[in-house]
């Protein structure tokens, strides 16, 4: 006897919203249709939430987690922005409510223990009686997960170990993969006993799947643009399988409901009644600027510093996306100005290294550079901006009014986003700290609240 086995997939939704009507209508429409002519799961491979999105970010995650159960899927896993974007008790109590189970293989808590809200494994057993094992792997920002209090495992060496626990006790082995294309195809090559991968992370796509090896790898982009969709042929008798595919749905091709607009009205009133709170009162008119310093900055460089107390501070125009007004600052108005899931950091540099820095950053395409990813959530770069670091027209660069000596170390006070090393190389590799669970828009609060408390005191 043979019997398809449907695996519906989604990652990276990133939440893109505006996409989820039609995809929850698609996976409840196409499981009925199918009724009992196979077996299927439904799941998704992490980065589900994003914080810059309204909803996401006055629900702190958890209306995701109401979606997810809305659509009846199975089994998620975590992608960065639900591993590092969220403080360790915001994730600890992320799916408290969840009619689903988490599956990741390479995630314990800071002494090795697996938290009560995680699985390691799965074996899944169908009504006909097929075992299928998954595994799972979030890709390894190791210094950031630390610094939360979680602890993750090298990803492939913990697949490894798991699978060859788990192989000899199933019939289908699918890995639920947030760690990119490239360490896919390593997966792929290294441990063949998986039977399916289903990527995500690096926002790729196969149409109709890629095979290498033993392992059947399918993806489905970023944003919901895609619901993907794997069928596994599984022989009984023989207890092989003995055909895989893969096939991406178009969103856009699909149904809309009637009630999506209906539904997004909801998700955004929710959002911005969860974030109505005032976070400081704010004496001036803030206004942004992305191609040369204003107000805004001036005040942002302040808060930077002062909350990090480096001695000087870099950071790009473009994170301003609104102005701030006079009078009460909401939640929802830092959260509109600062989307990005960005957290602020410190790096060492002597004071050679930051003049590198300061003609690295004088690229004339930069202001105008349309930034995709990094944390970043705005449009343009902008002019990069410093705080208590000039260059005077004479080429002398002053650190605190004081002429910059070149042996001596200085702290920099930046934006994880340019740790990475895509814009700078050089600070991918110096000395740092990273401030979490703080993002930017919470070190603008902490300031406004401060410079109240200073001026009634």
């Given at each position: 006897m043979r019997e398809t086995i449907y695996i519906f997939h989604t990652n990276d939704l990133h939440s893109h919203l505006e996409n989820w009507p039609s995809i929850q209508q698609f996976l409840s429409d196409t499981r009925k249709?199918?009724?009992?002519?196979?077996?299927y799961l439904t799941l998704d491979i992490g980065d589900h939430l994003d914080r810059s999105n309204i909803y996401t970010e006055g629900t702190l995650g958890r209306?995701?987690?109401?979606?997810?159960?809305?659509?009846?899927?199975?089994y998620v896993t975590i992608g960065n922005n639900e591993g590092i974007t969220l403080s360790h008790e915001e994730l600890e109590t992320l799916y408290i409510d969840a009619n689903f189970e988490v599956i990741v293989?390479?995630?314990?808590?800071?002494?090795?223990?697996?938290?009560?809200?995680?699985?390691?494994?799965?074996?899944?057993?169908?009504?006909?009686?097929?075992?299928?094992?998954?595994?799972?792997?979030?890709?390894?920002?190791?210094?950031?997960?630390?610094?939360?209090?979680?602890?993750?495992?090298?990803?492939?060496?913990?697949?490894?170990?798991?699978?060859?626990?788990?192989?000899?006790q199933v019939d289908v082995l699918i890995c639920m993969s947030h760690l990119g294309k490239s360490l896919d195809e390593i997966i792929s090559l290294e441990i063949p006993q998986i039977d399916v991968i289903l990527g995500s992370h690096t926002h790729h796509t196969f149409e109709k799947g890629k095979v290498?090896?033993?392992?059947?790898?399918?993806?489905?982009?970023?944003?919901?643009?895609?619901?993907?969709?794997?069928?596994?042929?599984?022989?009984?008798?023989?207890?092989?399988i003995q055909s895989k595919k893969a096939v991406l749905f178009p969103t856009e091709a699909l149904p809309v409901p009637l009630y999506a607009n209906d539904?997004?009205?909801?998700?955004?009133?929710?959002?911005?009644?969860?974030?109505?709170?005032?976070?400081?009162?704010n004496s001036f008119l803030l206004k942004k600027d992305w191609f040369k310093e204003s107000d805004l900055s001036r005040f942002f460089g302040k808060a930077l510093l002062a909350f990090t107390k480096a001695d000087c501070a870099m950071f790009p125009a473009g994170i301003f996306l609104k102005d701030l007004q006079q009078g009460p600052i909401t939640a929802r108005d830092l959260h509109q100005c600062l989307p990005h899931p960005i957290n602020p950091c410190v790096i060492t540099l002597t004071g050679a290294e930051l003049l590198e820095v300061i003609r690295t950053g004088k690229n004339e395409k930069w202001p105008t550079l349309e930034v995709k990813g990094l944390g970043?959530?705005?449009?343009?770069?902008?002019?990069?901006?410093?705080?208590?670091?000039i260059e005077l027209e004479s080429?002398?660069?002053?650190?605190?009014?004081?002429?910059?000596?070149?042996?001596?170390?200085?702290?920099?006070?930046?934006?994880?986003m340019?740790?990475?090393?895509?814009?700078?190389?050089?600070?991918?590799?110096?000395?740092k700290q990273y401030f979490m669970p703080e993002m930017i828009r919470d070190i603008v609060k902490w300031y406004g609240q401060l410079e109240k408390s200073e001026y009634e005191s």
């Open positions: 249709n199918l009724g009992d002519k196979g077996s209306g995701n987690v109401h979606l997810l159960n809305d659509a009846k899927y199975d293989s390479n995630f314990t808590e800071l002494g090795g223990n697996i938290p009560s809200w995680v699985l390691p494994h799965k074996i899944h057993v169908t009504p006909t009686g097929i075992r299928i094992g998954i595994v799972a792997a979030t890709a390894d920002y190791g210094i950031y997960y630390e610094k939360l209090g979680w602890q993750i495992q090298e990803p492939i060496t913990r697949l490894k170990e798991v699978c060859s626990k788990l192989h000899p290498i090896g033993n392992t059947l790898q399918a993806a489905t982009g970023k944003f919901g643009m895609n619901v993907g969709l794997v069928t596994l042929e599984f022989d009984h008798a023989a207890k092989v539904l997004q009205t909801a998700w955004e009133h929710e959002g911005i009644a969860e974030m109505s709170n005032i976070a400081f009162y970043f959530r705005g449009k343009y770069l902008g002019v990069i901006l410093y705080e208590q670091l080429g002398i660069v002053l650190v605190n009014e004081s002429p910059i000596e070149l042996e001596k170390v200085y702290t920099l006070a930046t934006l994880d340019f740790t990475f090393g895509y814009f700078y190389p050089s600070l991918k590799f110096a000395p």
